[in-house]
């Protein structure tokens, strides 16, 4: 008795179909085609135990170099983690430009400012943050007023963070700068 198997050519045995369904093809009594999920434009790779093939390096590998994904059969995604990150690379390096104007949309819009306003309080400021005139390789943070909401200029991660520390309250960074004199002159 002849096997009668898939024709994706993956190897396994059909089984035989129960019902008529003409527009898969499918005669009741009949062995199928292809198994369910197998196709002649999709093959299905079957490896060895505990691999799974990847889509875009075209080689079966070990489950463990895999992410999970909870919309997959298997569970793991289609691709390696390796060619993930080499993929995610390539967008960013060919999309580079528009990912940073739309990032850097996205954080003015919290301050109803476009990117217009933003470049022009940028050379206002000569490309230095407004307190400790220092350049900063990414983008300067927007400061503002708390309480009104109000624009007080750009500054560098580290002054932008001390002041929020502070909590902007100039009593509290007045009693830092005499905690710092008074402890200045001591030496350990």
């Known amino acids: 008795m002849a096997?009668?198997?898939?024709?994706?050519?993956?190897?396994?045995?059909?089984?035989?179909?129960?019902?008529?369904?003409?527009d898969r093809g499918w005669v009741k009594g009949h062995h199928l085609k292809y198994l369910t999920g197998h196709s002649?434009?999709?093959?299905?790779?079957?490896?060895?135990?505990?691999?799974?093939?990847c889509c875009a390096c075209k080689t079966f590998k070990r489950k463990r170099y895999f992410a999970t994904c909870r919309r997959k059969r298997n569970g793991l995604q289609s691709i390696c983690k390796k060619c993930s990150g080499l993929a995610a690379k390539h967008y960013r390096q060919t999309h580079l430009q528009r990912l940073k104007n739309t990032h850097l949309k996205h954080r003015l819009?919290?301050?109803?400012?476009?990117?217009?306003?933003?470049?022009?309080?940028?050379?206002?400021?000569?490309?230095?943050?407004?307190?400790?005139?220092?350049?900063?390789?990414?983008?300067?943070?927007?400061?503002?007023?708390?309480?009104?909401?109000?624009?007080?200029?750009?500054l560098c991660t580290r002054c932008n963070n001390g002041l929020g520390a502070f909590?902007?309250?100039?009593?509290?960074?007045?009693?830092?700068i005499v905690y710092i004199n008074k402890n200045r002159s001591l030496s350990i």
């Open 167 to 176: 909590r902007d309250n100039i009593v509290l960074l007045n009693t830092a």
């Open 3 to 22: 096997k009668h198997l898939c024709a994706c050519g993956c190897g396994l045995p059909t089984r035989i179909a129960t019902r008529n369904r003409k």
């Open 109 to 154: 819009k919290r301050f109803g400012i476009t990117p217009e306003y933003y470049d022009s309080l940028l050379l206002a400021q000569k490309g230095v943050c407004a307190i400790c005139g220092g350049k900063e390789k990414r983008k300067l943070a927007v400061d503002h007023d708390h309480s009104t909401n109000k624009i007080r200029g750009l």
């Open 40 to 53: 002649a434009r999709r093959p299905v790779h079957i490896g060895a135990p505990g691999t799974v093939w």
